[in-house]
């Protein structure tokens, strides 16, 4: 395997416990290597080849703890979620803070449903201060501007405010329960809940 290409040496187990936790990813990483290289028999090799090597992180040799731990290479990450993160970095930050929020009010109206209010005023609360700050990083964009987006973050919004003044009432919190509602009438006057 050393004499492969695509392979480095590396240091792959500092500890007992670092070699359990890594030892599933690795495993795919090098599935996923071991795949690619099959799949370059013919042309194309060398992108195979860099494409596979970008996906192994190498830990440099150390001689000074003694140790004399196996080569393997270590994965960068998991290389099956590789496109999914790529498409996520591209997304602008404001449309990932919307899918988060919408995110976290699910998580907050599960907490809600299972009884645990302070948890879901919680959660509730950070979905507000992240999709609050996201709207401030609007850049004009196309996406910023569409209509649909508007209503969608409004309306998510509205929702993450209105269940945390549910949660705020049913906890008996009224002070708190006021001041969410005061905040819902200010950004939606017409608001009859």
Avoid: W
């Amino acid at each position: 395997m050393a004499s492969d290409p695509v392979f480095k040496e590396a240091t792959a187990v500092d500890s007992p416990e670092m070699a359990e936790s890594d030892s599933k990813s690795n495993d795919q990483a090098l599935s996923a290597v071991k795949t690619k290289n099959l799949a370059a028999t013919g042309t194309g090799h060398e992108e195979v080849a860099a494409s596979a090597r970008s996906r192994v992180k190498v830990k440099p040799l150390s001689t000074d703890n003694g140790h004399n731990a196996p080569s393997i290479p270590i994965p960068a990450s998991n290389p099956a979620k590789q496109p999914e993160e790529s498409t996520k970095n591209d997304m602008p930050v404001y449309l990932q803070a919307l899918g988060d929020a919408e995110t976290a009010r699910l998580k907050g109206n599960h907490a809600f449903s299972n009884g645990r209010l302070s948890d879901a005023v919680a959660i509730y609360t950070m979905a507000d201060r992240l999709l609050t700050a996201a709207i401030e990083t609007e850049d004009g964009s196309p996406a910023a501007l569409d209509p649909a987006y508007h209503q969608r973050k409004q309306a998510c919004l509205l929702a993450i405010r209105l269940n945390a003044t549910a949660c705020y009432l049913k906890l008996g919190q009224h002070q708190e329960c006021l001041a969410a509602c005061n905040a819902i009438l200010k950004d939606s006057p017409e608001n009859a809940k």
